[in-house]
Each structure stands twice: as structure tokens, then as C-alpha cells.
């Protein structure tokens, strides 16, 4: 029997799966529509972007390197090594790290690299993931012939998969992890001690370990530790060893800058050479124009600044506006309220129906585990992506109809009780 490992992913597209909650339901209130479904930041990218690209112009003309340029991947390490706190020669910019055209297709990539082959009668091998998560993982998962294996992350959990819970024959298989800190959709962020755990199993069962930090730059406390930081205190060698590590980052979430394409990778030297390998068979090196303004960003932190306090501004005004339905509703990290609202799929056609804003319904970024139970149902996840005076003004517009959501959920589950 053959099957159709495409077909079997678009069932599980999340924004498909929107697109047909909402396609019957008429966008109302007489309010203008907005999405908050797509964690897509929607501040003016920083001015130098399009002066840099406007002067790197000539360069158009050049098919670019898989691996970029060398100030590029000398911004790259000395911005880890400042962020991240790492001895001066543990990441080599020749070896060590490589652009991206975003880091999606990167994250697709390292399962084609990553995943056997296996022989016929064999069992597949498995890549662990957190449930919910981004969609990319499975995808790629799915498009490397892996089996894919789901770690629940909830409220239970402080939404850390716990990595003692995995079956020692799982991880006997295991090919690839995905980790992701600050969380998509949740804003966890893992403490460095997790991140060591991660990397020491990986390494114990030999396998890699993709940690996907693009949310690294967005949070309201102390900046989120890095998978690099890990193999540093694992060390080992001298410099500390990368083996077995590769780190996702991107411009799109930390600089505005999603339409760029732009982020890098960097961890053991082999893994990114079999990554700029996969390029020159399947994928696209960044252009040099945009890597010479990827370049200047990795080098500037005012702009991040900047976007990191509007992020702060919109989370206060989400606790000002939901407070009294949800409590505490601050993420750590990233820029996404993950709202349980007893019922995703309700609550998305109730704001899209009343206020006209599309949010994802959670569940749509999950699977159902062992016992039926998808982790994501109960939740909506709202991208806090706009301006702070026009989110405060959406926030306003949501609190009341999830107010009735909750309020009918409730009631709901109180009549099932008495049943
Ligand atoms: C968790 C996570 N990883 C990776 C990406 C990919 O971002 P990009 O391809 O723009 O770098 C996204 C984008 O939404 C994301 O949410």
C-alpha cells in the first residue's frame, strides 16, 4: 500500500484549518477585519534595511553562496558570543554557522538531513517534538519519512515537555529532536538546566538536537537562555564541543523583518555543512543584498529594543483588557497570548462572527496524544502583533466576546457535571 505523505500533512495545516472554520462564518460587528492568527510582526522594519539593500544593489546580478559571506557569518558569532555569553573562540564563523532564507525552511531541511534511510522491515526512525507546536516540525517530519513523536506541553508542565516521560525505545529510534524557547504558542522559556538536559540526552542517544530560538529576543524579564549556552556548560572539550547542536534564529520575529527571509544556523560543523549541502540540491541561498543588511541587524540592538518594549506595551494592555476573565495572561517570552478558553474552535468563530479578528484555535497546532486528548483544544492563541494603540483598541474589541465564551463554556461544563 502506497501512501501519500502530503495528503496526509494538509489535513493538518493550521491556517488551512482556519481558513475552512471560518469560511461560512461572516466577519461582523461592522468592524474592520484583523489577523491575529499569523505571528507575523507588523512594525515598520528598521530604516537601514532598505538603505543597505538600495546600496548593495549591484549584487543582485550574483548567484549567492549557500554559506554567505564572511562578515555575515563574523556578525552571527559575535553576537552569539555577546548574547549568549560564550568563551571568544567557541563559535568559528567559518565552520560553525551558515545564513538562511528564514529559518522554515531551515527547520524542514535538518530533517532531510538529519533522518536514515532505514531498510525494508525496519522500524522508522522517530523525531520528538512538543505538541503543540509549529506546524514546520511535523511537516518536515513527516516529508523525511520519520515517525513523528509528541510531547505534551501544558499547564501541568509549566508547557516543558518532560524529557524523563520519553520511553526509552522511542529514544532508541530517535533521530531528531525540535525544541523550541521562548515557546510557540505558549511564551515558556526553558531554564539553562533543560536545555543541558536536552542536549546531554541527545548526545547520549546520538542524536540532533534543533533548538528553534527565534523567539530568543522577545521577552519582558531576563533574555532567554540559548541551546549554545548548554554546550558550553556541558563543555567537554576545549572549546566546548557543539556536537550533536544546531540553533535556529531569525530576523523575521527579532527585527520585523519577515519578508527578508533571513536568519542563520550555526552548531556542529558537520550538520551545518550537510545544511548548506541541501541548498545547493533543493533550497535558495540568501541574496547578497539582504545578507549585507542581515549583517548590520546582527550588529545593532537599538531596533531590538525598540520592538521588545512594544511587545511589553501590548502585553500590559492584553492584562488590562483580560484580567478579569483569565488572570495572569503574560507570556515570559515570544509575543503570543495562549488563552484557555474551554473551546478554540468556539472562541476563533465567536471573535471572527462578533468582532471581526481571526486568532488560531490551539488545537489546530497539536495532536491528539496516547488518550484522545489534544493539549491545544481548550485554547486560542492571539499574536500580539500590531501597534500598541491599535492592539489595545483590538484587546478591547475581544474582552467582551471572550467574556460569553468563557462565561458559556462554563456553564456548559457545569450542566455536564450534573448530568
Ligand atoms: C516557532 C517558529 N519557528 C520558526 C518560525 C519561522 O520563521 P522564519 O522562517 O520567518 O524565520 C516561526 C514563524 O512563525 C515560528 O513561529
Request: aromatic fraction near 18%; proline fraction near 18%.
Given at each position: 500500500m502506497t501512501t501519500d505523505r502530503l495528503e496526509s500533512l494538509m489535513r493538518f495545516h493550521p491556517f488551512t484549518r482556519l481558513n475552512k472554520l471560518l469560511e461560512s462564518v461572516q466577519a461582523g460587528g461592522g468592524n474592520t477585519p484583523l489577523a491575529l492568527s499569523v505571528g507575523e510582526p507588523q512594525f515598520a522594519p528598521p530604516a537601514m534595511v532598505a538603505r543597505l539593500i538600495h546600496e548593495q544593489?549591484?549584487?543582485?546580478g550574483k548567484y549567492p553562496l549557500p554559506t554567505g559571506t564572511e562578515p555575515f557569518r563574523q556578525a552571527v558569532a559575535g553576537w552569539l558570543t555577546r548574547r549568549f555569553r560564550l568563551p571568544d573562540d567557541m563559535v568559528d564563523p567559518a565552520r560553525h554557522v551558515m545564513p538562511v532564507t528564514g529559518t522554515r525552511e531551515a527547520l524542514f531541511h535538518i530533517a532531510l538531513s538529519a533522518v536514515p534511510e532505514v531498510g525494508p522491515g525496519e522500524e522508522k526512525p522517530v523525531v520528538l517534538m512538543p505538541n503543540p507546536f509549529y506546524h514546520v516540525y511535523a511537516g518536515a517530519a513527516a516529508a523525511a519519512g520519520a515517525e513523528p513523536y509528541f510531547l505534551n506541553a501544558t499547564g501541568e508542565n509549566s508547557f516543558l515537555p518532560e524529557i524523563a516521560a520519553i520511553p526509552e525505545a522511542i529514544l532508541k529510534r530517535t533521530a531528531l529532536a525540535y525544541i523550541c524557547?521562548?515557546?510557540?504558542?505558549?511564551?515558556a522559556v526553558a531554564p539553562l538546566s533543560y536545555l543541558c538536559d536536552w542536549l546531554a540526552l541527545a548526545r547520549r542517544h546520538n542524536f540532533v538536537l534543533a533548538s528553534d530560538e527565534c523567539y530568543s529576543e522577545i521577552y519582558r524579564g531576563t533574555p532567554p537562555h540559548g541551546a549554545l549556552e548548554a554546550a558550553r556548560d556541558l563543555g567537554g572539550q576545549n572549546p566546548a564541543s557543539l556536537d550533536n547542536l544546531i540553533i535556529f534564529h531569525s530576523l523575521s520575529k527579532r527585527s520585523s523583518g519577515a519578508g527578508m527571509r533571513s536568519g542563520f544556523v550555526a552548531g556542529e560543523a558537520r550538520l551545518i555543512q550537510r545544511q548548506a549541502q541541501l541548498i545547493n540540491f533543493g533550497g535558495v541561498a540568501t541574496p547578497y543584498p539582504i545578507l549585507a543588511a542581515a549583517t548590520e541587524l546582527w550588529q545593532d540592538e537599538e531596533h531590538v529594543q525598540g520592538y521588545r518594549a512594544k511587545y511589553i506595551e501590548n502585553f500590559n494592555a492584553a492584562q488590562d483588557a483580560l484580567e478579569d476573565i483569565f488572570g495572569e495572561v503574560r507570556?515570559?517570552?515570544?509575543?503570543?497570548l495562549w488563552l484557555d478558553v474551554g473551546d478554540g474552535e468556539a472562541a476563533a468563530q465567536a471573535l471572527w462572527q462578533h468582532a471581526a479578528i481571526r486568532v488560531l484555535p490551539g488545537g489546530y497546532m497539536a495532536r491528539p496524544d496516547a488518550n484522545g486528548m489534544n493539549p491545544g483544544q481548550r485554547y486560542i492563541r492571539v499574536a500580539l502583533v500590531l501597534e500598541p494603540a491599535e492592539m489595545s483598541a483590538a484587546l478591547k474589541r475581544m474582552a467582551p466576546v471572550l467574556e460569553r465564551v468563557v462565561d458559556q463554556q462554563r456553564k456548559a461544563q457545569e450542566r455536564a457535571k450534573m448530568v
Open positions: 544593489a549591484p549584487l543582485w524557547s521562548p515557546s510557540n504558542p505558549q511564551g507570556a515570559e517570552g515570544g509575543f503570543f
